[in-house]
T-cell receptor, first 113, second 114 residues
Framework: SQKIEQNSEALNIQEGKTATLTCNYT??????LQWYRQDPGRGPVFLLL?????KEKRKERLKVTFDTTLKQSLFHITASQPADSATYLC????????????FGPGTSLSVIP | DGGITQSPKYLFRKEGQNVTLSCEQN?????MYWYRQDPGQGLRLIYY???????QKGDIAEGYSVSREKKESFPLTVTSAQKNPTAFYLC?????????????FGPGTRLTVT
């Protein structure tokens, strides 16, 4: 069956360190994958998109990798700050429908001062 | 100021009553979506629409209904047939055929049914 999995446990890291979040998918062949940030009680906000032919994408302190062989994307936040504390969701387009998006369960990140 | 609005932010209903959640966007987006989020869970797709007067069921459409009479509006009705309606409901929109396909989300409506 089709599945998207993210780090099952909440991630706690020290301020200044690099946070690495994992997104694994099964039985999908996405052309691209997206990452969103969600704060408690609010809607998700788009952060980055990476295409299947891109190995890596960067935006300021964020870096995303996409390995279609491993069926995995890694999301890195370098020099993490307490303001980075949030839930991070990965998402991919369902190949059966052009505009249908499937979200992973999310990983809760806490950056400790 | 462009964006998506959802109202109300909090909604309380008695079991057995239908309730309609509002979603309006002024981004001129063709595609609109409704998701449900339960505590500690990801987003699950209820319905989506790519064009006015057309919509498709998502993964958990049972007990819900939608309409898309205007491009800007995509209301969701939670019917009494929905067995566990208490949840956080999120509306989103996106451009059809855009290069990055990002979704823009509203602030959400938290529905509590007792």
């Amino acid at each position: 069956s089709q599945k998207i999995e993210q780090n099952s446990e909440a991630l706690n890291i020290q301020e200044g360190k690099t946070a690495t979040l994992t997104c694994n998918y099964t039985n999908y062949s996405p052309a691209y994958l997206q990452w969103y940030r969600q704060d408690p009680g609010r809607g998700p906000v788009f952060l980055l998109l990476i295409r299947e032919n891109e190995k890596e994408k960067r935006k300021e302190r964020l870096k995303v990798t996409f390995d279609t062989t491993l069926k995995q994307s890694l999301f890195h936040i370098t020099a993490s700050q307490p303001a980075d504390s949030a839930t991070y969701l990965c998402a991919l387009r369902d190949e059966t429908s052009y505009d249908k998006v499937i979200f992973g369960p999310g990983t809760s990140l806490s950056v400790i001062p | 100021d462009g964006g998506i609005t959802q109202s109300p932010k909090y909604l309380f209903r008695k079991e057995g009553q239908n309730v309609t959640l509002s979603c309006e966007q002024n981004l001129n987006h063709d595609a609109m979506y409704w998701y449900r989020q339960d505590p500690g869970q990801g987003l699950r797709l209820i319905y989506y629409s790519q064009i006015v007067n057309d919509f498709q069921k998502g993964d958990i459409a049972e007990g819900y209904s939608v309409s898309r009479e205007k491009k800007e509006s995509f209301p969701l009705t939670v019917t009494s047939a929905q067995k566990n309606p208490t949840a956080f409901y999120l509306c989103a929109s996106s451009i059809l055929g855009a290069a990055n396909y990002e979704q823009y989300f509203g602030p959400g409506t938290r529905l509590t049914v007792t």
